[in-house]
C-alpha cells in the first residue's frame, strides 16, 4: 500500500497515511479532526543495491 501526503486547509498540518490507491474514502486531520485536506504530490524513491546499480545509466 502507498503512503499518501496530506496538508489540512484548515490548520496547514502536514501529514502521511498509508491507504490504498483505490480506496475513496475521507481523510481526516489527525492534528484538528478537519476533513478539509489536500493530497499532495510525492516523489517515489526507491533504494538500489550497489551491485544492481553498477549495470544501471541514465542519461542521454
Known amino acids: 500500500m502507498p503512503i499518501f501526503e496530506y496538508t489540512c486547509l484548515k490548520c496547514a498540518h502536514r501529514f502521511e497515511k498509508l491507504q490504498k490507491s483505490s480506496t475513496v474514502t475521507s481523510t481526516e486531520?489527525?492534528?484538528?479532526?478537519?476533513l478539509d485536506v489536500r493530497k499532495e504530490f510525492s516523489a517515489f524513491s526507491s533504494a538500489v543495491s550497489s551491485s544492481s546499480a553498477a549495470g544501471c545509466f541514465s542519461g542521454g
Open 29 to 34: 486531520c489527525p492534528e484538528c479532526g478537519s
